[in-house]
């Protein structure tokens, strides 16, 4: 199979898996929206969300989806990055990073961060969601709500999601516009439409996402309280 | 003007290189780079040294022979210029400018500044043309193309393959070079016809040639003499995709 | 020696088609047993390579580029002139053939005209389906333009790099062969020698420029492709590679030299700057389309060009030559540059330029307009300059450009050693005495891509028979041997200048001597001077390094050491044509007005030299023109 070899095949890999997390970012952050509720509305309607996607066999398939995606993604990142160690040569004296963006160069580490943070997401929200003891609401849905405004007592765990937003942003930044470009789309106009469109999402996404723990913080254990 | 220089000599691809100083003082701000550089070779040839070899020939931007990074980036500092279009007006009076080969896994070093890129070559080979052999076409108005389409293939076609784009990618990508060729020959009709054939083949061969990835941070548009746009490399994935669905 | 043309029999119109019907050819099996030897990879050589190939003749092609592709015919701008008479303004191969044979003062033959002429129809549909992006109308036709020294539109272009885009055509074609492994492509290999077995070219020896090994090469003909040796004026428009040393070594082995001294000095390039300078940019003649070119009135005029009102303003192509104003040829452009830069009206830093103005352009058309035309011409001009040609004019200057003299070859292009053919602009071609622009790029790929093909075959088709030499034939030794024995005695002066040096005092005599105009006192002292600096070169010359590795300067070395032999045989040959014709101006032959005094009763002939050895005077023979079908007439532009 030279057509899955191919350099540019990795990358359609990447676009793909990028893209569908750049999808199912949307449908998390419209549930996370949930939090911005006044308190116990914002219980009641995030636990019943929760439940919702967790029963759902379409979800289900999805849910399915982002895993192969984000390990995927991830993998071949490591494959190619590896590959391109060998391609390079290193200069003596390097100014190169005048001729583009700092965070279309380190979109590595800005992964390596994301992937970082995803370990902790996951064992504080998604294990304890499926595999953990759980208190259960009024509705008898499971009190997911709960767990996530005690997660965000601490300013310290504010400060890890908020600064992880920001490199899922950049990430985001450079990587939605570059997807798209490796999938071939080539026409002047709509690759212009669709840079500002990455743009504007990726504002969208990552204020979307941050300002959540913040205001939880605020709201429940902070000044506002 | 006085430039303190700190250029890189190497014997050979076998041999480690390391950077050297050099001291001028009689540079003109009106001298090319590569006039600044003969200078230099002048003064070294008669204390009886080696002079510094790099790549040069046309000396108008044409040709695509020269090419070196200076103080770090291709073709020096300004953007849209080959070396040898670059003039020490653009320096600073004793300023110190780093000169270095083009650098790649696939641009092995010969001598000094002087680098193989025939790798180019090769990829152009695997593909980069259109089978028309001499006396076989037909009349030249025949078949149309319209302004537009025919200015947009001399857009793509403009590249003078100085390797530029892959001495600033930070994956060494032959991207933009493969992509520039690609995408002119398919935007024209006397090109379509074995357009999937021929991105299949420069692609690979390209891959082989041992560059590295495209992330699409188009620093090499940046640099490029032509200022090839990198929209060809989308154009690229989308032929090459488009080749692989469809193919029998 | 009688110089035999070859020219075929019947009318002008028919003689191409009379020699393809009756030459012989080679059977296709039989071809892949004839190699052929193809240097340089030019247009020329690039498309008679990749044209060899494809009717199956093993090629071995060279260059000394790095890859086929940097081949200088990458530089041309303006365009290519092709017969089609698409604009409908009354053009026509007879036209052409009209335009071209005038445009070369009379000086060349009228069936070579006549079928560059005819075969630049195939050319434009040959390039087009390569995928050259001419220019094109909104509606999808071919645009042209028109060009100095015409009044036709004939002239196809691909915005400013014409000749980047039809040489990537010819190198792509190249390529293709080379993937199919009939072209074994040799980059980075300099010709220093031909190889001539029993009277016929066999062979040759190279240089390998990355490890400085001498290689041999045995094929059944030697094509060289190798351009103009217009750089040995130092200061051209030429790469820095450019060089006569493949033309000069077989010249030296028997292949006469015509008319060397005819060299076209470009009106429109970038004035020097300084001692230091390289090189001479050209920016493309094109752009007398639509500029106006003229000089201040006032002599030492202190003012900028903007600041001089209209009437203190000299547009002196429009005064002297009114019917084809800015668009007169290029040796009277230059020549009228000169002589007011000579008078004194010259501006710039250095007082050696003229302006060339496009503020009536900008007027009529819109900017946008002329930038669309001549965009990529004004970024250079301000790349290198720094200054912006949209607000003030460009300050341009004649540099030497085009060598219209070269190997003499016949009808067929084949020089006077048997088996040794001249393509491209490496032949004394079909321009006479001056090349009218776009006629270069055209000549090179009729060349390489319609005629050689024929003539070789007609040749090739008589070695058939014949035995089969190899590298280890005792000729090659000898001349292997010749060849590092020079390198070694290069390496070896050890002396404290450098072949820059000499190179730049060879430039200046050449150009003041026998540039764009000529005396016979002063040729003598040219000659006078060259033969004092080649023994100081011998003598004084300092070469770094050993020939058994990388070394630049060891390459320019040798090519200086070849431009010191062929500058004196320029001067020899500008000194025993006594009238002026075209680019040739000898200052003793003049009309009152300054115009060029042609003599055809004694010099209607091609001049073709003869090696007699180191130190002994060429031996001239003249081969006749003789014109059957045109009358001769008075080159007017007025």
């Known amino acids: ?225 | 003007m006085r430039v303190h220089l700190k250029i890189w000599r190497q014997k050979d691809a076998g041999t480690a290189g390391k950077l050297m100083d050099y001291e001028l003082d009689n540079v003109d701000n009106h001298m090319s780079f590569l006039e600044m550089m003969d200078t230099l070779n002048e003064q070294l040839i008669l204390k009886g040294e080696m002079p510094v070899e790099f790549d040069h020939d046309c000396r108008e931007g044409i040709c695509g022979t020269c090419g070196m990074m200076i103080n770090g980036q291709a073709h020096g500092p300004v953007p849209g210029l080959t070396a040898c279009q670059l003039h020490m007006r653009e320096f600073e009076d004793g300023a110190t400018i780093y000169v270095e080969p083009f650098r790649a896994a696939a641009f092995p070093v010969k001598r000094d500044l002087k680098v193989d890129r025939s790798a180019f070559d090769r990829i152009i080979q695997a593909g980069g043309f259109i089978t028309a052999s001499t006396g076989q076409p037909a009349e030249a108005n025949t078949i149309l193309i319209t302004h537009e389409t025919a200015e947009s293939a001399f857009d793509s076609a403009a590249c003078i393959g100085c390797g530029a784009c892959v001495a600033t990618c930070k994956n060494s990508s032959a991207a933009l070079f493969t992509s520039a060729k690609i995408a002119h020959l398919a935007k024209i009709p006397q090109g379509e016809k074995e357009a999937a054939k021929r991105v299949l083949k420069m692609v690979s061969r390209m891959d082989e040639e041992g560059f590295g990835h495209c992330s699409n941070t188009e620093a090499c548009e940046v640099e490029c003499p032509q200022g090839i746009s990198v929209l060809n490399i989308a154009r690229m994935n989308w032929e090459y995709t488009k080749a692989n669905l469809l193919k029998d | 020696m009688e110089l035999d043309a070859k020219i075929p029999e019947g009318p002008l119109e028919k003689k191409w088609s009379n020699y393809k019907a009756q030459a012989k050819l080679v059977n296709p099996a039989n071809r892949k047993k004839l190699p052929v030897i193809v240097v340089g990879t030019g247009l020329a050589g690039s498309s008679a390579a990749a044209s060899l190939a494809e009717q199956g003749y093993p090629v071995y092609s060279f260059c000394f580029q790095d890859s086929a592709r940097r081949a200088h015919s990458v530089a041309a701008q303006g365009g290519v002139n092709a017969a089609k008479n698409y604009q409908n303004d009354g053009d026509s191969v007879y036209r052409m053939f009209y335009d071209t044979l005038k445009g070369g003062d009379f000086r060349a033959r009228e069936a070579n005209v006549y079928r560059l002429a005819e075969c630049s129809l195939n050319l434009i549909d040959q390039a087009v389906a390569q995928g050259v992006p001419f220019a094109r109308e909104y509606g999808g036709y071919l645009s042209n333009r028109s060009f100095g020294g015409v009044q036709v539109s004939r002239t196809f272009y691909a915005r400013g790099q014409t000749g980047q885009q039809l040489l990537l055509g010819a190198y792509q074609a190249l390529m293709r062969q080379v993937a199919a492994g009939k072209v074994d492509l040799y980059s980075r290999h300099e010709m220093l020698d031909l190889v001539v077995i029993d009277g016929k070219a066999k062979g040759i020896i190279a240089r390998n420029l990355d490890t400085g090994a001498i290689e041999r090469f045995a094929a059944e003909a030697v094509v060289i492709a190798t351009g103009g040796f217009g750089k040995i004026y130092y200061l051209s428009t030429l790469a820095m590679g450019c060089n006569g040393s493949a033309i000069w070594r077989a010249h030296k082995r028997g292949a006469l030299m015509a008319c060397p001294s005819w060299t076209q000095i470009h009106p429109t390039c970038l004035p020097q700057a300084g001692d230091y300078q390289s090189k001479l940019t050209l920016m493309s003649e094109s752009l007398r389309n639509d500029g106006r070119i003229w000089v201040p009135k006032l002599a030492n005029e202190e003012r900028q060009a903007n600041d001089i009102p209209e009437e203190e303003r000299d547009y002196y192509l429009e005064r002297r030559y009114p019917s084809f104003g800015n668009l007169a040829p290029r040796d009277i452009s230059s020549r009228a540059a000169k002589e007011r830069i000579d008078a004194g009206f010259g501006v710039g830093a250095q007082r050696n330029a003229v302006y060339l103005d496009f503020s009536k352009a900008i007027q009529e058309q819109g900017k946008d307009k002329v930038k669309e035309k001549y965009g990529n011409l004004f970024s250079m001009y301000k790349k290198i300059t720094a200054d912006d040609a949209y607000t003030a004019p460009m300050k341009i200057s004649p540099a030497a450009h085009f060598s219209m003299g070269g190997l003499w070859v016949d009808y067929e292009l084949m020089t006077t050693i048997p088996g040794l053919f001249a393509i491209g602009e490496a032949n004394f071609g079909d321009h006479g005495a001056n090349r009218l622009g776009a006629n270069s790029l055209l000549q090179a790929c009729v060349d390489g891509y319609f005629i050689l093909p024929y003539t070789l075959a007609n040749y090739l088709s008589g070695e058939l028979k014949k035995e089969r030499l190899t590298i280890h034939h005792p000729q090659f030794e000898l001349v292997e041997k010749e060849v590092t024995g020079q390198l070694e005695r290069l390496c070896q002066i050890n002396g404290t200048k450098t072949t820059d040096y000499f190179h730049k005092q060879l430039g200046k005599l050449l150009y003041d001597q026998c540039g764009l105009s000529r005396s016979e006192a002063g040729l003598k002292a040219a000659i006078k001077g060259i033969q004092v600096l080649r023994e100081e070169f011998y003598k004084d010359l300092i070469v770094p390094g050993t020939q058994g590795e990388i070394n630049a300067e060891l390459e320019k070395a040798g090519r200086v050491a070849d431009y010191l032999e062929i500058a004196e045989l320029m001067c020899n040959d500008a000194l025993s044509r006594k009238e002026s014709c075209g680019a040739h101006f000898r200052e003793e032959y003049q009309t009152a007005e300054g115009e060029a005094l042609r003599d055809d009763e004694n010099y209607c002939y091609v001049s073709a030299w003869e090696w007699k050895g180191e130190n002994t005077a060429p031996v001239l023979h003249p081969e006749p023109l003789v014109f059957e079908f045109i009358k001769l007439s008075v080159r007017s532009y007025s």
């Open chain 1, 1 to 225: 199979m030279n057509f899955l070899k191919s350099t540019l095949s990795r990358k359609n890999l990447m676009a793909l898996t990028g893209l569908f997390l750049c999808f199912f970012l949307v449908i998390h952050l419209l549930g996370n929206l949930q939090l911005l509720l006044p308190a116990d509305r914002a219980a009641e309607s995030f636990n019943y969300y929760s439940n919702l996607l967790s029963g759902n066999i379409f979800i289900k398939i999805i849910s399915y989806v982002l895993y192969f995606s984000l390990i995927a993604h991830a993998a071949d990142a490591l494959y190619i990055t590896l590959r391109n160690k060998r391609t390079t040569v290193k200069y003596a004296y390097d100014n190169r990073k005048q001729a583009s963006k700092w965070y279309s160069r380190n979109m590595g580490i800005l992964g390596t961060i994301l992937l970082i943070f995803l370990v902790i997401h996951f064992k504080d929200f998604w294990y304890v969601y499926k595999f953990g003891v759980i208190p259960y609401d009024k509705n008898g849905n499971k009190d997911l709500y709960v767990i996530v405004v005690h997660a965000f007592k601490s300013w310290w765990y504010v400060l890890i999601y908020i600064l992880s937003m920001f490199a899922l942003g950049f990430h985001l930044l450079h990587g939605f516009k570059s997807a798209v470009r490796t999938l071939g789309l080539y026409h002047p106009g709509y690759a212009a439409f669709v840079q500002k469109f990455g743009m504007i999402y990726s504002y969208v996404i990552t204020i979307g996402f941050a300002v959540i723990p913040v205001y939880v913080h605020l709201t429940q254990f902070g000044l506002w309280n």
